[in-house]
């Protein structure tokens, strides 16, 4: 099989269209700024690139490097870009459910978030996932994405302000890096449905490996260095504004 064909998975034709349903009638409602419509909908083009394009194929059937590149888009990127495209009043609106408090409480929110990424790296649920595409890849997918919704939540909404959110989201970007770290490390390639899988360009089942984890906590590391100076105390003593992270975000967009 060609491993460059570009494909229809189910995150593309279903995820995707509903989240798109679902944004526009949160617009009828309480109107966005344009930036904010245009992180929505590069939230949305993030999974159609990772779902549509050769890397489902690659991740599908041929390497760990690309199913991990999935992973981090649905975790950390995609809903990233989706929390802060909703409206600031409709985000407000939504806190009026006690569900929504809960779950996007930073104590909870975390930790649903970083089992989520070790529990699916574990070798049984990773292969087993794989090997039953229609169901269980499916249910993980969905796992990362919402768990990374939680986990943005408070940051991206106003619920933290803007020291605490960095301190957070540091935390959380630490705390997930010794995964890739492991990956990178470990002598022998821990996942079977990709030591069985035909290779391609010349990596064998641990280069594959070894490629995944660097790349992966090389991107964790990399926003824990850009979180650092937002929330180290400053030098002279003085305590930082406490704003919001949203606040900060629609100062620097000219949003009133």
């Not at 159609?48 to 999935?70: G, K, M």
């Not at 470990?186 to 010349?202: D, E, L, Q, S």
Request: aromatic content about 10%.
């Amino acid at each position: 099989m060609n491993p460059y064909l570009w494909s229809l998975h189910a995150e593309a034709v279903v995820l995707v269209p509903l989240l798109a349903l679902a944004y526009a009638l949160v617009l009828r409602g309480h109107p966005a700024q344009g930036w904010r419509i245009a992180c929505f909908l590069g939230g949305l083009g993030l999974i159609l690139v990772v779902f549509v394009t050769p890397i489902e194929n690659l991740a599908l059937r041929y390497l760990l490097t690309a199913h991990l590149l999935q992973n981090v888009a649905l975790a950390e990127w995609s809903p990233a870009l989706i929390v802060l495209g909703l409206p600031p009043a409709a985000a407000g609106a939504a806190r009026k459910y006690a569900a929504i408090r809960a779950l996007t409480n930073p104590l909870l929110a975390l930790p649903f978030w970083l089992a989520t990424y070790y529990v699916w790296h574990i070798p049984a649920a990773y292969d087993a996932a794989l090997r039953h595409p229609s169901t269980l890849l499916h249910l993980e997918h969905v796992c990362y994405f919402v768990t990374g919704v939680l986990v943005w939540w408070p940051v991206l909404t106003g619920r933290l302000d803007a020291g605490t959110s960095a301190a957070y989201l540091f935390a959380a970007f630490a705390l997930a890096s010794p995964l890739g770290l492991l990956l990178a490390l470990i002598p022998n390639a821990v996942y079977g449905f990709y030591v069985h899988a035909p290779r391609i360009w010349g990596w064998s089942p641990l280069t594959d490996q070894q490629i995944a984890g660097v790349t992966m906590a090389a991107e964790e590391a990399g926003v824990c260095v850009l979180l650092r100076p937002l929330h180290a105390p400053r030098r002279d003593g003085a305590r930082s504004e406490a704003r919001p992270m949203d606040e900060v975000i629609l100062a620097r967009h000219g949003e009133s």
